[in-house]
């Protein structure tokens, strides 16, 4: 069984900062890319931005030049600083792992339970 735990969300005001953290744990062997994704009231889940096993990473036009992207393999952490944030920022973020399990020969994608980002204006 594979678990994805995210933290660091919360009330940021307009203009603020906040670093999210998603451990994954549990039986893995192997995780290759890593993301982030948000999800807005009303709106679909969207990418925020991605990195790969080798730091390879793909940024969101939308949170371009304020977000970072970065992971610790040898924690199976995935981290997202996201700065000059704005109430558009708003959402739940989760995080996902495109990982195999010791048990199995395939990749599969995993999802964390979501963390609250609220923004005050």
């Known amino acids: 069984q594979v678990q994805l735990v995210e933290s660091g969300g919360g009330l940021v005001q307009a203009g603020g900062s906040l670093r999210l953290s998603c451990a994954a744990s549990?039986?893995?062997?192997?995780?290759?890319?890593m993301g982030w994704y948000r999800q807005a009231p009303g709106k679909q889940r969207e990418l925020v931005a991605g990195?790969?096993?080798?730091?390879?990473?793909n940024i969101a036009d939308s949170v371009k030049g304020r977000a970072t992207i970065s992971r610790d393999n040898a924690k199976n952490t995935v981290y997202l600083q996201l700065n000059s944030l704005n109430p558009e920022d708003a959402a739940v973020y989760y995080c996902?792992?495109?990982?195999?399990?010791?048990?199995?020969?395939?990749?599969?994608?995993?999802w964390g339970q979501g963390t609250q980002v609220t923004v005050s204006s």
């Open positions: 996902n792992a495109y990982l195999r399990t010791r048990d199995s020969t395939r990749f599969d994608v995993y």
């Open positions: 990195i790969t096993s080798t730091g390879n990473t």
């Open positions: 549990g039986s893995i062997f192997s995780i290759n890319a």
